[in-house]
């Protein structure tokens, strides 16, 4: 059995007031990058208003078992998100809002339980930077701000791996002899959240944490060690939390399994049959772009990890269990024949654990922080600000966005890299300046040209604005009486929800419906066909029109 040095990280210790200043900068982050504008888009794309339509009808129906989409069972996805849509609906009404807390929600979830980790583990500097850095990465923030399974999944299966990392005891804090009551604590919690996991998207959830867990023993020899995972109380609040849902499920629909394990499961995964067919390296730049803006973390993170390795220092085998965490999902879903830029989320928060650590050292292993990598984000973030500036102008050609939006933004981002560059110089490459600038500068971005960004390309990507314009026109509008035609598949989905009801496709020369949604390019088409159209000012995605009487 190994055992681990049980004395707890410590690190520098901070003024008041520096604290202070370092809670009131968490909790704006967390709430501004999971919690601000969770409604400033309709629902997008084909999978939110689906997802959002199940669990409205379960809040309504009382049916918490059977997903239902238009009537019918729905068996692509587990029940958790829905269940927690459902409640949030119940709760706050039905709202994107409402529909995209449960994602907001467990992003919070995630991030708290991997600081928790790293204050353990490493230091309460490690912590902090983490709380910064990880909530304020593209992929956090954008399934964050998503009616979808993918974010529930990924904080369910994180909170499990934490548990599972004080099982293995990889955990310096942590000493396992025997099974104690706190390794039966501890194996209750990874039982429960690996269920929820499980609830979440199905046999993944074992898959994923299964083959880090068995990667990181067969890499460090520590079988025994591992056997822990395998607690009673571990397979037992497993079971307790997943199988009833799934029981009951089968016992009322007797072609769930076939439907769900077959052909959502093993079939997406080995067969080319639901068409997201991607090259191998697929995953490679979509992780890149998932922990941006600190991509360039990477080159610090390696440097240490491989300086570890080499010197045998009793964080390896820490460090190892967070590559494997992170590593795995990335391998494993690269092997699949079915790929979405959602299913690797997972990798995310293992990997900004890793590269966070260099910015901080602990009096423990008696290493001072890396300061360098500060500076290359200062750069990074300059270069970041002329990109964006550049796609704003961009998009000002294509969409009704103003121009001083996109200029603040550049000149908020580029002075901020900047002075954080300077401020390096001057003051001896202090890391703590120049990330409390980085993370300023994301603030900015979120702050100053999300709000205005998305509000004026709703109506150019989703089909709330055509929903609201068409009550708004005709008082006596009916859904029932309502119908599409050649409109993209996802605005269809959008509107089904807005309009709370299943619009037929119209196909010329049967009947005309009382009104009808179409796209804009066939407004003439419509018109020629006695349809009078909505005048939308600008742009957008669907236009509603009526039948001339």
């Not at 707890?8 to 370092?22: C, D, E, L, N």
């Not at 089968?250 to 997406?268: G, Q, S």
């Amino acid at each position: 059995m190994t055992q681990t040095d049980n004395s707890a990280a410590v690190s520098t210790g901070i003024s008041p007031a520096a604290r202070i200043a370092w809670i009131v900068l968490i909790l704006a982050t967390l709430y501004i990058c999971y919690f601000h504008n969770l409604g400033a888009l309709g629902l997008v794309g084909p999978d939110e208003p689906r997802y959002a339509w199940i669990a409205r009808d379960m809040a309504e129906t009382g049916d918490w078992v059977t997903p239902r989409l238009y009537g019918q069972p729905w068996f692509e996805k587990p029940v958790l998100y829905y269940w927690a849509a459902a409640l949030s609906f119940k709760v706050f009404g039905v709202s994107e809002v409402a529909a995209r807390l449960p994602s907001a929600v467990a992003a919070l979830l995630a991030t708290v339980a991997l600081a928790w980790l790293a204050w353990r583990v490493r230091s309460a500097d490690t912590a902090r930077w983490l709380l910064l850095l990880l909530p304020t990465t593209v992929g956090m923030i954008g399934f964050s701000h998503a009616a979808a399974t993918d974010m529930p999944f990924t904080a369910m299966l994180t909170i499990a791996m934490v548990s599972a990392a004080r099982l293995l005891g990889v955990d310096p804090s942590a000493s396992f002899i025997s099974f104690t009551s706190s390794t039966s604590f501890t194996s209750f919690f990874f039982g429960v959240f690996l269920g929820l996991g499980a609830l979440a998207k199905g046999p993944a959830a074992i898959v994923l944490s299964g083959g880090a867990i068995l990667l990181w023993t067969a890499f460090t020899k520590r079988w025994r060690d591992a056997l822990r995972c395998l607690h009673p109380i571990a397979i037992a609040s497993f079971c307790l939390t997943a199988l009833p849902w799934y029981i009951l499920c089968a016992h009322r629909n007797p072609d769930f399994f076939h439907v769900f394990i077959i052909e959502h499961n093993f079939k997406r995964y080995l067969t080319p049959e639901f068409h997201h067919i991607q090259p191998l390296w697929f995953y490679i730049p979509i992780i890149l772009v998932a922990v941006c803006p600190w991509t360039l973390l990477f080159i610090p993170a390696v440097r240490r990890f491989f300086g570890d390795k080499k010197e045998r220092q009793p964080e390896f085998a820490f460090r190892l269990f967070v590559l494997v965490w992170a590593v795995f999902p990335l391998v494993f879903f690269s092997i699949s024949h079915s790929k979405l830029p959602g299913y690797v989320l997972p990798s995310v928060p293992p990997l900004m654990l890793l590269l966070v650590e260099p910015l901080s050292g602990s009096r423990k292993d008696k290493q001072r922080p890396m300061r360098w990598p500060g500076l290359i984000c200062a750069g990074g973030l300059m270069g970041l600000a002329t990109l964006f500036f550049a796609a704003g102008r961009l998009l000002a050609h294509n969409f009704p966005y103003r121009p001083s939006a996109g200029s603040i933004l550049f000149f908020f981002a580029f002075v901020t890299g900047l002075a954080a560059i300077l401020v390096g110089f001057l003051a001896g490459f202090r890391l703590n300046a120049v990330a409390l600038f980085a993370t300023i500068f994301v603030l900015l971005f979120l702050v100053v040209q999300t709000d205005n960004a998305l509000k004026q390309a709703d109506a150019d990507f989703t089909a709330r604005e055509a929903a609201a314009e068409a009550r708004k026109l005709w008082p006596d509008f009916s859904a029932n009486r309502a119908g599409i035609w050649q409109i993209k598949r996802s605005l269809a989905y959008q509107l089904n929800f807005y309009t709370h009801a299943e619009l037929a496709e119209w196909t010329p020369p049967s009947a005309k419906p009382e009104w009808l949604f179409i796209d804009p390019a066939r407004m003439q088409e419509a018109r020629a066909r006695d349809f009078a159209c909505a005048d939308f000012s600008g742009h957008a995605a669907v236009v509603p029109c009526r039948k001339q009487r």
